[in-house]
């Protein structure tokens, strides 16, 4: 009998907002139910019913006021590990305001839309891989949100940083609901290389059919995570709300519970919150 405590979870990646029009125009119609705002005070309820203990709010808008915002809901909700937000990477007045935001030990690291940049030639950008290199100094991580097609241009950009922690976010969104592997199973596995590159197992059901999807659809995937990363650089997320476009929050962790159950103790114990403790620095946080 295993007599040690429960184990403790982290949803290592989820959002908050408040919902308009003008600034969720990606919400489309077949995302009616994100059409609302959400807070912390709805997270809460998902986790307390899920068994999960703590989170990570992601940014969803590229706004150093939501940064902001961020920041002070996770002040005033301790179950809010932490924040990763956004600033101007590209901004020659950068300094001033990684200081200012990295002040607060809230702040675990950046994020930038990459996935929705026209032509895809920011991680080829010399003032986008200066403000980066920045991060370092503050303690900050870095989160990847990609396609599988940027996998190429992805590498390539992790190499040019080894000192910088980074994190893949939604495992750089495999074309689960096509049922199509490669290239981005070989390209998983070569990004896994880099030992400063974490994963979250998390956004996977968004990239499955929102309809039908099972976790038989997204085994291959998982495995593959799985293989490439080892249970020690990968982490549970959530993507909520998101994910509530094709699923409940407790399925979605029931699924990784049943992925999960064959692995030893400490193994689960790695991908459900000592990875990501590990890779976000905790900076004071549990």
């Known amino acids: 009998m295993d007599d040690r405590p429960v184990m403790k979870r982290i949803d290592s990646h989820q959002h908050f907002w408040k919902y308009s029009v003008e600034e969720y125009g990606w919400i489309d119609d077949r995302m009616s139910i994100l059409r609302r705002d959400f807070l912390p005070e709805n997270l809460f309820a998902e986790l307390g019913e899920a068994g999960v203990q703590s989170a990570i709010s992601v940014q969803a808008r590229q706004s150093l006021a939501e940064t902001r915002w961020l920041l002070e809901l996770a002040r005033a909700n301790s179950y809010i590990s932490g924040v990763v937000g956004w600033a101007p990477l590209t901004d020659p007045g950068l300094e001033p305001i990684l200081e200012e935001l990295a002040a607060d030990e809230k702040l675990l690291g950046m994020r930038h839309l990459l996935?929705?940049?026209?032509?895809?030639?920011?991680?080829?950008?010399?003032?986008?891989?200066?403000?980066?290199?920045?991060?370092?100094?503050?303690?900050?991580?870095?989160?990847?949100?990609?396609?599988?097609r940027h996998l190429r241009q992805a590498i390539a950009f992790v190499d040019r940083?080894?000192?910088?922690?980074?994190?893949?976010?939604?495992?750089?969104?495999?074309?689960?609901?096509?049922?199509?592997?490669?290239?981005?199973?070989?390209?998983?596995?070569?990004?896994?290389?880099?030992t400063n590159v974490y994963c979250k197992v998390s956004g996977m059901v968004t990239e499955a059919n929102w309809e039908n999807w099972?976790?038989?659809?997204?085994?291959?995937?998982?495995?593959?995570?799985?293989?490439?990363?080892?249970?020690?650089?990968?982490?549970?997320?959530?993507?909520?709300?998101?994910?509530?476009?094709?699923?409940?929050?407790?399925?979605?962790?029931?699924?990784?519970?049943?992925?999960?159950?064959?692995?030893?103790?400490?193994?689960?114990?790695?991908?459900?919150?000592?990875?990501?403790m590990e890779a976000y620095n905790r900076r004071g946080n549990s």
């Open 115 to 148: 996935q929705d940049e026209p032509a895809n030639e920011l991680m080829e950008s010399g003032e986008f891989h200066r403000g980066v290199a920045r991060l370092s100094r503050y303690g900050l991580r870095y989160d990847i949100l990609i396609y599988e």
């Open 214 to 276: 099972t976790a038989l659809d997204l085994a291959p995937y998982l495995h593959t995570v799985l293989e490439a990363f080892g249970p020690r650089r990968l982490m549970f997320g959530s993507d909520w709300p998101v994910m509530l476009a094709t699923s409940t929050y407790t399925r979605w962790v029931e699924t990784v519970e049943a992925w999960t159950e064959t692995l030893s103790r400490d193994e689960q114990e790695q991908i459900w919150a000592a990875t990501a």
């Open 161 to 194: 940083h080894p000192n910088q922690i980074f994190i893949l976010d939604h495992a750089a969104k495999p074309r689960i609901a096509a049922g199509v592997i490669e290239p981005w199973a070989r390209l998983i596995k070569e990004l896994a290389r880099r």
